[in-house]
């Protein structure tokens, strides 16, 4: 009995590399790298109405950037100093719902978020000195406080790893490996595993509600060895990764 259907499908032209919340916002942001097309670009979803705010959303830089973080409404972008090297440069600020550019510094570099804002530093400046920064338009707003400034920890929930022998009930279908990702979520259970078929390794997703599989889908096919977790929790949405460039979200 299959009866729950995803709030969100999207599927991406690239491979989805890193997934954020804006946790006030309730904003996932997510970025998108195209290989073939050496592409980044930069995607938004708004998960209470689950609508695509923006996709495809590119600097002049078009390989050698990525996302730092989301916060507020807004969006912080990065480059990078070197092809060769993971050392950030510069800060470009988008507006989580249009895309639209709220302002660039390219003399920064983020640092981490508080629950105050984000931390940046200026790179032309030695010794380091970090400085708070209003989000909304780049000022410098003050010195960086660890007192006052906290660091902000987002409520994403991942799922916990099982061996089979551990879960209680009989599992949707024969796993493959020693392990298996699991979380339960307002009387849902949420089984990720893999399986071995005529040869062929697969991981596999399924939503239970009693005795009940409610979902299930093949997320990845064909794949040469066990991968990580494919699910995180936010709230009460249940978001999901298939085959590297499709997002499923599930109002649970």
């Not at 991406?12 to 916002?25: K, V, Y």
């Not at 990720?192 to 239970?208: E, W």
């Not at 979902?215 to 709230?235: C, M, R, S, T």
Request: charged residues 20%; contains cysteine.
């Amino acid at each position: 009995m299959l009866i729950l259907a995803p709030h969100i499908t999207h599927k991406f032209n690239g491979d989805i590399w890193r997934l954020d919340i804006d946790e006030i916002t309730s904003t996932l942001v997510l970025e998108i790298r195209n290989e073939k097309d050496k592409m980044v670009s930069f995607a938004a979803v708004s998960l209470p109405n689950g609508l695509l705010n923006f996709e495809g959303y590119t600097t002049p830089v078009r390989w050698l950037t990525g996302m730092e973080t989301a916060f507020d409404g807004v969006l912080l972008l990065h480059h990078y100093q070197s092809a060769s090297g993971p050392a950030h440069k510069g800060i470009i600020a988008l507006n989580v719902a249009t895309a639209g550019v709220l302002w660039s510094n390219y003399s920064l570099a983020f640092d981490h978020l508080t629950i105050n804002g984000p931390v940046a530093y200026n790179t032309q400046m030695l010794p380091k000195k970090l400085s708070l920064l209003n989000i909304k338009t780049g000022e410098v707003m003050r010195p960086f406080n660890a007192a006052d400034d906290g660091e902000l920890l987002k409520n994403i929930k991942v799922p916990r790893m099982l061996s089979p022998s551990q879960y209680h009930g009989e599992l949707p279908t024969q796993p493959y490996g020693s392990m298996i990702h699991y979380y339960e979520h307002n009387n849902f259970r949420i089984v990720s595993l893999h399986t071995q078929d005529a040869g062929v390794l697969n991981q596999r997703l399924y939503i239970i509600k009693g005795e009940d599989v409610i979902y299930e889908d093949l997320l990845n096919a064909g794949i040469q060895k066990l991968q990580p977790e494919a699910f995180v929790l936010h709230k009460n949405w249940l978001i999901c990764l298939k085959n590297k460039n499709e997002l499923l979200v599930f109002s649970l």
